[in-house]
C-alpha cells in the first residue's frame, strides 16, 4: 500500500499532460469525460482494481476513447481483458491502455486481445508484454496518447493535401533504395502518420494516420531493409496489427515492396502465417492494396494482392509480382530470367484486370482518398431531417 | 538498371504513356462497330454511362484492361476494357456503381478479364454499401472461356453467375438492370434478382439463350423480339419492371428509382421537402371514385391525386394489370403503394397480380420503404382458369410472404373489400399498422351477388326466386358488409372521408415511417426471382 503514493506522481504527470484541466488523478470524477489538449473527449480512468469495473463499463457505453493509466501500484490489471470479455457493449471507440512508471505488471494475453493499443514507459522489467507505443518520460507518453487519440477520432476537416511529389521519392528502377516511411506519410494526411510497435520487426511498417481526415491503418514493407523480406518472426506484430484494425474498423492500405517472407527455423511459422492469413481475409473493413514494387511469393498474399479479398489492387507500373525470386537472382546462370519479363509486370496483371488500376505515383494520393473515403457518400443529409 | 520496358525511361514519360494507353479504351469495338450500334437504335456503354451519371463524375476502372476475342479460324482481335466498362460516378450527387456491357465488342460477350472488373465493382458496390446499375448487353461469356470443362470454374467467382448472396436477407444495396441490347444468360439471371429492371422497345431482349442457339437446340428460328422482347416481358411475363420508348426514357425511369431509395437495405428512405402539403384535400376523389360498387374506374387517377404533384413510377404497368404498384412520395416520404385496379377484372386479384405484388413489397420491405395500400377488389379470381395456374399455390405463397414483412403499412379501404385478399392486402391480420376505410367501402367474405348464389341457390333450381326476394336478400347483404360495422367493433382504426385520404395517410407516416432501421429485425425476407 505504501507504494501508491510514488507512482501516483507519475501518473499525475502523466495525466497532466493528457489533460491539462485536471492535473490530478485524485480529482478524476468517475465516469465523467475530460477533453485533451487537442479538444478530444474522452474518458480516463485510473486504474486502481477490481472495483472500477462498472466505472470501466459506463465509459465504454459512453463510446468515447478510454485512456486506462496504469502505474505500479494498480491492482488486479489481470481483470481488464475480462471485463472486455465479457462485456455485453459494443467496443466502438479506442481503449488505450498506458503502463505509467517501472515495473508495471500487465497481462502477458494483451499481445492478441484488451486494449487497441498499449504505450508504456520504456525501463519496466515487464518486458514481456509488448507495447504498441513507448516513452522515456511519462510526459513524452502522453504526447503519443495524444497524437494516438487525434488520428482515432475522426476529424474530416484536416484534408490538408500533402507536399511534393512521390515520383520525387520513388524510383523507377527496382534496385534503388527509397523510404517507405517516406511514401507512406505522402500518402497520408501531414503529421498525422503514428507507428506502432516501431522497435520491432524493422523491417515492417504498421501505423496508423488519417487520409482526407479518414482514420486508417497503414501495413507496408520497408524495401530499404534487407529488401523487403519479411521475417516470419515478425508475424505476430502483424496480428496485433490486424486486431487494432479490426476492432475500430479502420480501412486497411497495404503497401508492398517485398522479396517475400523469410520461414527460418521456427516450425510454428507456417501455422502462424495461415492465422495471419485468416484475420487478414475476415476483416470486415476495406481493403486497398498498393503493389510499389516486387511483389514476391507470400509476400503477395501478405499484404493482401491475393486471397484477402481486397476490395482494391493497385499498382505502380514498376512493380512485378512472381511466386519466387529465382528470377530476380539470375540463378539460370546466364543473366536471362526463368520468366520473361512481361510476365511478371505489374502492367500485365492490370491488361487482365488482376489489378484493377495502374496508378503514377503522384495519382496515388488522389485515388486513396477516394477509395477510403468510400462509405462516405456525398450530399446524404439525414434522412429523418 | 531495370528499366520500365515500352513505359518509359522517367516518371513523366511513364505519366504520358498510361495516359495513351487509358485513351486507347476508349475506342471500344472501333468507328465502324459504333456506328452499327447506332443503326441499331442502341448507345455505347459510354454513352449510356454519361446519359445516368452527373456530368464529369465518372471514375473508370480497369482502363488497361485489354482482352482477346478468338474465334477458331480467324485472326484474334483485341477487345479494349474487355467488353464491359465499370466504375462509379454520381446520379443528382449521390454515389453510384456502374457496370455497362459493350455490344459493339463481339456482341457484349465478356473476357475472363471483364469478369474481374465487374466483380471488383460489383464487391466494392455492396461493401461500401451504394447502388449498383448494370447496363446489360450480353451474351455470356465469350465462348472461348466456358466451352468445355473450364466452364465448371465459371461458378466459383465471388459472384458467380446467380449473385446468390443477393437472395438472402443481409444488408444489400439496389442493383438495377437495364437491359439495353440482346441480354441472354447472366444479366438475364441478374434481371430477376435485381430491384428494378427496364427494357426498351424493339431495341432490347432477355432470354436464356438467344436465336442460334435456340435454332441449334430445338430447331426453331425465331427473333429475338419473339424470344424476349420487351413486349414479351413487359405484358407476358412481367420480369421487366419498365419499358421505356427509348434509352433515355430508361435511364430517366433509373434515376426517379434511385432518388426514392436509400443507398443500402440498413438506413430508410431519404424523406424530401415536398411543395405539395401533406394535408391537401382531395375533393376529386367523389368524382373519380363512383359510389355502385359495379361501376369501373381507373384507380391509376386516385393514386395520382393522393401522391405529391401526381407523380409516380408504377412498375410492371402492362402486367397484371388489375393490380397497380408504384413508388411515389406522398409528403415528402417515399412510398410503395399497392392498389387494386377496377377497370381491369373488377380489380380481382389473379395469380400473376399475386406474384407482381409480392416481389414489390418485398423490395419495399427490403429498404425500409412504407408501403400504401388502397383496396377495391372482388376477391381472388376463381375458375378454372386460376385453378389450372395452381390459385391456392399463389395465395399461399403470398400470405406466408406478406407475413413476414416488418416495413409499415397503412390501409385505404376504398369500396368492395371481399374474401380472403381483404385479409391479404394490408389488413391487420397482414400487420397492417393503419386499417380505415371511405364510407362507401364494404368488407365481406363474398360479394352480395355470390352470396345470394350461394344461400338462394336452391330456390333459385326451383324456379321460385323472385326479384323482390332476391333484392330484400342483397340489400340485406348490402347493409351489414358496411365497412361502419366493422369500425364500430374496433376491427377497423376509424372511418376517414374521401378527401381526407391524402392528409390521414401523411399522417400516419410521420408516426410509422419515423420506426428506425434498427428497431425492425434484421433478417430481412429476401427478394423472389
Keep these: ?385 | 538498371m531495370q528499366k520500365l520496358a515500352g513505359l518509359g525511361s522517367t516518371w513523366d514519360e511513364v505519366a504520358q504513356t498510361l495516359d495513351t494507353l487509358r485513351r486507347e479504351a476508349l475506342v471500344m469495338g472501333g468507328p465502324a462497330a459504333v456506328q452499327k450500334q447506332h443503326d441499331r437504335g442502341r448507345l455505347t456503354p459510354r454513352e449510356r454511362i454519361d446519359l445516368l451519371l452527373d456530368q464529369d463524375s465518372f471514375r473508370e476502372l480497369g482502363e488497361l484492361v485489354v482482352g482477346t476475342v478468338v474465334v477458331p479460324g480467324r485472326p484474334d482481335r483485341p477487345a479494349p476494357a474487355d467488353g464491359i466498362v465499370v466504375g462509379w460516378g454520381t446520379v443528382n450527387g449521390r454515389r453510384v456503381f456502374v457496370l455497362a456491357d459493350d455490344g459493339t465488342i463481339a456482341a457484349g460477350a465478356r473476357g475472363l478479364a471483364a469478369n474481374h472488373k465487374s466483380d471488383v465493382v460489383s464487391l466494392l458496390a455492396t461493401n461500401s454499401g451504394f447502388p449498383l446499375v448494370w447496363f446489360a448487353e450480353s451474351s455470356v461469356n465469350r465462348m472461348q472461356h466456358v466451352m468445355g470443362a473450364q466452364f465448371a470454374g465459371e461458378l466459383e467467382r465471388p459472384t458467380g453467375m446467380m449473385l446468390p448472396s443477393r437472395a438472402n436477407g443481409g444488408r444489400v444495396s439496389p442493383m438495377i438492370v437495364a437491359v439495353s441490347g440482346q441480354s441472354v444468360g447472366r444479366s438475364s439471371f441478374a434481371v430477376t434478382l435485381s430491384e428494378f429492371s427496364t427494357m426498351v422497345r424493339g431495341t432490347s431482349s432477355m432470354a436464356l439463350a438467344g436465336g442460334s442457339i435456340v435454332r441449334a437446340a430445338v430447331g426453331r428460328a425465331v427473333t429475338q423480339e419473339e424470344l424476349g422482347g420487351a413486349e414479351m416481358h413487359g405484358r407476358i411475363t412481367g420480369i421487366a419492371d419498365f419499358i421505356g420508348d427509348s434509352e433515355s426514357d430508361s435511364v430517366h425511369a433509373i434515376k426517379r428509382f434511385l432518388g426514392l431509395f436509400p443507398n443500402h437495405s440498413a438506413e430508410p428512405p431519404r424523406r424530401i421537402v415536398s411543395d405539395d402539403p401533406g394535408n391537401r384535400l382531395c375533393p376529386e376523389l367523389y368524382d373519380i371514385v363512383p359510389l355502385l360498387y359495379r361501376r369501373a374506374y381507373d384507380m391509376r387517377k386516385v393514386v395520382k391525386v393522393i401522391v405529391d404533384n401526381g407523380d409516380f413510377l408504377e412498375v410492371k404497368r402492362d402486367f397484371a394489370r388489375s393490380m397497380i404498384c408504384a413508388y411515389a412520395r406522398i409528403d415528402g416520404w417515399a412510398v410503395g403503394i399497392v392498389a387494386n385496379n377496377p377497370l381491369f377484372a373488377a380489380g380481382a386479384v389473379e395469380p400473376s397480380g399475386m406474384q407482381k405484388l409480392l416481389r414489390f413489397v418485398q423490395v419495399c420491405n427490403r429498404y425500409n420503404m412504407p408501403l400504401v395500400f388502397l383496396q377495391d377488389q372482388p376477391g381472388v379470381m376463381v375458375g378454372p382458369d386460376v385453378e389450372a395456374q395452381g390459385v391456392f399455390r399463389h395465395v399461399q405463397r403470398l400470405s406466408a410472404g406478406l407475413r413476414r414483412l416488418t416495413t409499415p403499412i397503412i390501409t385505404v379501404l376504398v369500396r368492395k373489400n371481399y374474401g380472403f385478399s381483404y385479409m391479404l392486402l394490408g389488413s391487420r391480420w397482414t400487420g397492417g399498422d393503419s386499417v380505415v376505410a371511405w364510407p362507401s367501402a364494404s368488407i365481406s367474405l363474398a360479394g352480395p351477388e355470390a352470396g345470394i348464389a350461394t344461400v338462394l341457390a336452391n330456390e333459385e333450381r326451383a324456379g321460385t326466386l323472385t326479384d323482390e326476394r332476391r333484392s330484400v336478400v342483397l340489400q340485406a347483404y348490402l347493409d351489414e358488409a358496411q365497412a361502419k360495422h366493422a369500425a364500430h367493433d374496433g376491427r377497423l382504426d376509424d372511418i376517414i372521408e374521401p378527401d381526407q385520404t391524402r392528409r390521414h395517410i401523411s399522417r400516419q407516416l410521420e408516426v410509422f415511417a419515423r420506426r428506425r432501421p434498427d428497431t425492425i429485425t434484421s433478417a430481412k425476407p429476401g427478394i423472389d426471382p
Excluded at chain 1, 122 to 150: F, K, N
Excluded at chain 1, 203 to 231: D, F, K, N, Q, Y
Excluded at chain 1, 238 to 261: A, C, H, K, M
Excluded at chain 1, 285 to 298: D, M
Design chain 1, 1 to 385: 500500500m505504501t507504494v501508491r503514493p510514488a507512482y501516483e506522481a507519475i501518473s499525475k504527470r502523466f495525466i497532466a499532460e493528457l489533460i491539462p484541466s485536471r492535473p490530478s488523478p485524485t480529482e478524476l470524477a468517475p465516469g465523467l469525460p475530460f477533453h485533451t489538449g487537442a479538444n478530444t473527449v474522452v474518458n480516463v480512468i485510473h486504474w486502481r482494481g477490481a472495483e472500477q469495473i462498472q466505472e470501466l463499463e459506463r465509459c465504454r457505453r459512453r463510446k468515447l476513447p478510454t485512456v486506462i493509466v496504469i502505474d505500479p501500484g494498480s491492482r488486479d490489471t489481470a481483470w481488464l481483458p475480462g471485463a472486455w470479455l465479457e462485456s455485453d457493449a459494443v467496443l466502438s471507440a479506442p481503449v488505450i491502455a498506458v503502463a505509467v512508471g517501472q515495473e508495471v505488471s500487465l497481462p502477458l494475453d494483451w499481445a492478441q486481445a484488451g486494449p487497441d493499443i498499449v504505450a508504456r514507459q520504456l525501463g519496466s522489467m515487464d518486458q514481456e508484454i509488448d507495447a504498441d507505443l513507448t516513452a522515456q518520460t511519462p510526459e513524452e507518453l502522453a504526447a503519443l496518447v495524444d497524437r494516438a487519440l487525434r488520428v482515432l477520432t475522426a476529424d474530416p476537416a484536416t484534408t490538408e493535401p500533402s507536399s511534393g511529389r512521390l515520383s520525387d521519392l520513388v524510383p523507377l528502377d527496382l534496385e534503388t533504395s527509397y523510404s517507405m516511411d517516406s511514401v507512406v506519410e505522402r500518402l497520408l494526411d501531414p503529421g498525422t502518420i503514428l507507428e506502432l510497435r516501431r522497435p520491432q520487426a524493422p523491417e515492417l511498417l504498421t501505423a496508423i494516420g488519417r487520409c482526407g481526415g479518414t482514420p486508417v491503418a497503414v501495413l507496408a514493407s520497408r524495401p530499404a531493409v534487407e529488401r523487403g523480406w519479411v521475417h516470419s518472426v515478425s508475424l505476430p506484430r502483424i496480428q496485433r496489427f490486424l486486431s487494432l484494425v479490426g476492432n475500430l474498423r479502420l480501412p486497411l492500405v497495404t503497401v508492398v515492396d517485398s522479396l517475400g517472407v523469410e520461414w527460418g527455423k521456427d516450425p510454428g511459422a507456417l501455422e502462424t502465417m495461415r492465422d495471419v492469413l485468416l484475420q487478414l481475409q475476415s476483416l470486415e473493413v476495406l481493403k486497398c492494396s498498393l503493389l510499389a514494387g516486387r511483389v514476391y511469393g507470400t509476400a503477395a498474399a501478405l499484404f493482401g494482392a491475393v486471397s484477402a479479398r481486397a476490395d482494391y489492387i493497385m499498382a505502380w507500373p514498376r512493380a512485378v509480382v512472381s511466386r519466387t525470386m529465382s528470377d530476380a537472382s539470375g540463378e539460370n546462370g546466364d543473366g536471362t530470367s526463368a520468366f520473361p519479363a512481361p510476365e511478371r509486370s505489374v502492367m500485365t496483371a492490370a491488361r487482365d484486370a488482376l489489378v484493377i488500376e495502374v496508378v503514377h505515383p503522384d495519382e496515388t494520393r488522389r485515388v486513396l482518398l477516394e477509395i477510403v473515403n468510400m462509405t462516405r457518400s456525398p450530399g446524404l443529409e439525414d434522412p429523418h431531417d
